[in-house]
């Protein structure tokens, strides 16, 4: 018999079903049991002879064959009466490291991630990875239908992308390599070669001395580059039409997800663009926060985005028009202000979920950049190289996955947002 899944059998007209997953919950009434198989498209309700589940034990896998009956009173409305179960996998602990049938896990962040797979059995937690494939899903589907191609960088590299020391260094065959920051040079590489428009998804690694609720070490970049562009507002627009695009795809395919987080998407996002100069004047003006140089910190960001919030209805704000000493090298300046740079920064609910801007795209001026960061322009030839060749103007943007996840469905902590997080203090699992 072919096997049927939960959300089948409660959307299909069959008379008999296979059914398989884990016990997620067994309650016995007399000689009567009700047995909760949940799979990975939901729960349904088995009822059994109590003698018949008398060797199950919570979180073991299970097969049962029955017939499907239609029931109001059964938790999805439909339930099968089983002519069989039968146990597929053993289960040899002495204790579950917590209830997962109880919707909210009753456990540390620590527990639950020292037991990640068991802890991502939780419906609710599951939701949060359906949720970000879409994401994701939504980030190709979009680009694609907007001319980009999909590239796959390399993420061992021979020198810094943003310079600075927050690089993880690995051994390669006896020479000092890192592992990339960004697939920043390549994606611009890319351009130049003649792809005009791309995209990545991968992954990213940051040195950080961090350990706060929105840092990791490791963690998945929605990266993006488009070429003969004409400034800054390009990128923004193309961004804010993804913003639009998701929202709706979320919608549409995570529905119940959504729900589970008591979350409503709005219909139409429109992202106000702010310059920083400006941002710092609000801060200081309206709530009396100094801002440090050329940037906003954390608490800066919360309170500007409340006032974004009150002030244009808008959950998101791009802050423009960043300096020159905070951006890096490859960053184009203003035409009007070159002190500024052409850059932004997407704020959602109070946090940085984007980093983006123009690049210089003519030779000299990228090598007498490199030179004016203090950096030595013989160890970027493989990249500065690529400019000698009618590179075109040229920009793009990298969402953090994690942190767009976490916004969305109101999260307090991105590592509830991560499969298996990496940080200062986590290797393993």
């Not at 009434?29 to 060797?55: C, M, N, P, S, Y």
């Not at 209805?313 to 500024?340: C, I």
Request: aromatic share 10%; hydrophobic share 40%; net charge negative.
């Amino acid at each position: 018999m072919k096997r049927s899944y939960a959300a089948e059998v409660i959307q299909s007209d069959l008379k008999k079903v296979l059914v398989k997953g884990w016990v997620h919950n067994i309650n016995c009434i007399g000689k009567v049991a009700f047995v909760q198989l949940r799979d990975r498209t939901g729960i349904i309700q088995i009822v059994a002879e109590g003698q018949a589940v008398r060797d199950l034990r919570l979180e073991m896998s299970i097969e049962a064959i029955g017939e499907k009956v239609i029931n109001d009173k059964a938790p999805s409305g439909t339930e099968i009466h089983a002519e069989s179960i039968k146990i597929a996998g053993k289960a040899y602990y002495d204790m579950l490291p917590f209830e997962i049938n109880k919707g909210w896990i009753k456990a540390s962040m620590e527990t639950q991630l020292d037991y990640r797979t068991i802890s991502m059995r939780s419906p609710r937690i599951r939701a949060v990875f359906k949720v970000q494939q879409e994401i994701e899903e939504a980030f190709k589907n979009y680009l694609r239908e907007n001319g980009f191609s999909q590239i796959h960088s390399p993420k061992i590299i021979s020198s810094s992308t943003e310079g600075g020391s927050e690089m993880f260094t690995v051994d390669f065959f006896g020479r000092r390599a890192f592992l990339a920051q960004s697939p920043q040079f390549y994606k611009q590489m890319m351009v130049g070669a003649g792809f005009e428009r791309v995209f990545e998804v991968g992954h990213a690694y940051r040195a950080e001395l961090h350990n706060t609720w929105r840092h990791l070490s490791e963690y998945v970049s929605l990266d993006v580059e488009m070429g003969f562009i004409d400034g800054a507002d390009d990128l923004m627009d193309l961004e804010e039409g993804y913003i639009n695009y998701l929202f709706a795809h979320l919608k549409s395919t995570c529905g119940k997800e959504l729900e589970l987080y008591g979350i409503d998407l709005p219909d139409e996002v429109k992202i106000p663009r702010i310059p920083l100069g400006e941002v710092h004047e609000i801060l200081l003006d309206k709530f009396g926060k100094r801002s440090p140089a050329g940037n906003i910190d954390a608490e800066g960001e919360k309170m500007f985005s409340d006032y974004v919030k009150q002030t244009y209805g808008s959950d998101f704000v791009f802050l423009t028009k960043y300096p020159v000493t905070k951006r890096p090298m490859y960053a184009m300046p203003d035409s009007e202000d070159h002190d500024l740079t052409e850059s932004f920064d997407l704020i959602y609910k109070g946090l940085e979920i984007t980093t983006g801007g123009q690049r210089i795209h003519d030779y000299e001026m990228l090598r007498r950049n490199i030179i004016k960061f203090g950096l030595d322009p013989d160890g970027f030839t493989f990249y500065l190289d690529s400019f000698k060749y009618g590179m075109p103007p040229h920009g793009g943007f990298a969402i953090g996955l994690e942190r767009l996840t976490m916004k969305i469905l109101g999260l307090s902590n991105i590592r509830e947002a991560t499969m298996f997080p990496r940080d200062i203090k986590r290797l393993e699992p």
